[in-house]
């Protein structure tokens, strides 16, 4: 991503600066419950960064407590593509 990208990063508290921030690393999230989202992976080894994450989103089929499930997207790593939600 060329400059910072734009949008409300995951987990942003209410009432704070919910944008990104100078010298974080962001994948943005595509679909789903959190979509257009962007999730801070500053310091994710790359391990990690290729498995994708499990968040807790209230928004999801399972409600508060859920999980929506996002991946990399095949050919575009920086974003990352809802999956499915779980409990």
């Known amino acids: ?15 704070e600066d919910s944008g990104p921030r100078a010298g974080c690393e962001y994948r943005e999230l595509v679909g ?4 257009g989202q962007l ?3 500053t310091g994710w080894d790359a391990e990690m960064l290729e498995c994708g994450a499990a968040l807790i989103t209230p928004l999801g089929r399972y409600g508060g407590g859920g999980r ?17 939600d779980t409990a």
């Open 39 to 41: 999730l801070d992976v």
């Open 68 to 84: 929506a499930h996002y991946e990399p997207r095949p050919g575009d790593p920086l974003r990352w593509d809802w999956e499915g």
């Open 1 to 15: 991503m060329s400059g910072l990208p734009r949008g409300r990063v995951y987990g942003a508290e209410p009432g």
């Open 32 to 35: 789903g419950p959190l979509d």
